[in-house]
């Protein structure tokens, strides 16, 4: 039962322009989110959070949106740029319940092409 | 430096062997996990522990074990007994809110 899912495995984006990365999640104690990249052979590294309590984070060129009634969060990036090239995971934690675990999609591979 | 690191980077084991994976931080958070990643798959939840001395199983503990008699480790011993241990290993910790977890540079196991 994937709790949390990125349907999208790739996406392909001029630099410049706009990544959209989208994530659905079923369990609706799930109440904080996050966003990490990964590069390969290496640990992910944090990039962005939301609270249940907002729906919209903003951290530069990072902005995650959240949209508890459909259960979707998505990760803007403006503008893209060749490094930001990685895998990026959404993950989910319910904060009241399961204190600290954390539930990750499959990740969705992003080329910002130069 | 304040971080987590993981030793070795790759490491090769036999079948049938058990092998233990390091992990060590110095971040002086309570909390410590282990992720599995296999291609083109999400991290799964091997075993996390919120306090020394104390562990719980995550989604896929069957195979696995731990231990946590100091704070700043956590060492994975992945058993005979684990049916496809071939794959990526990630350590990870984070204090007491737990909001946000820092990870590791990853353990790459092949088993032959």
């Known amino acids: 039962d994937q709790q949390v899912k990125q349907n999208s495995p790739s996406l392909s984006v001029q630099e410049g322009r706009i990544s959209i990365l989208n994530c659905d999640y079923t369990n609706s104690m799930f109440d904080y989110f996050l966003w990490y990249k990964k590069y390969p052979a290496e640990g992910p590294t944090f990039l962005i959070s939301?609270?249940?309590?907002?729906d919209k984070n903003e951290d530069g060129r990072f902005t995650v949106f959240l949209n508890k009634s459909a259960k979707h969060l998505s990760l803007h990036i403006v503008p893209s740029q060749p490094g930001d090239s990685a895998v990026y995971f959404c993950a989910a934690s319910a904060r009241g319940t399961s204190y600290g675990k954390l539930t990750f999609g499959q990740g969705t591979i992003l080329t910002v092409h130069p | 430096d304040g971080g987590i690191t993981q030793s070795p980077k790759y490491l090769f084991r036999k079948e049938g062997q058990n092998v233990t994976l390091s992990c060590e931080q110095n971040?002086?958070?309570?909390?410590m996990y282990w992720y599995r990643q296999d291609p083109g798959q999400g991290l799964r939840l091997i075993y996390y522990?919120?306090?020394?001395?104390?562990?719980q199983k995550g989604d896929i503990a069957e195979g696995y074990s731990v231990s946590r008699e100091k704070k700043e480790s956590f060492p994975l011993t992945v058993t005979s007994a684990q049916k496809n241990p071939t794959a990526f290993y990630l350590c990870?910790?984070?204090?007491?809110?737990?909001?946000?977890?820092?990870f590791g540079p990853g353990t790459r196991l092949t088993v032959l």
């Open positions: 971040l002086n958070h309570d909390a």
């Open positions: 939301i609270s249940s309590i907002k």
């Open positions: 990870a910790s984070s204090d007491t809110r737990g909001q946000e977890q820092f």
């Open positions: 522990s919120q306090i020394v001395n104390d562990f």
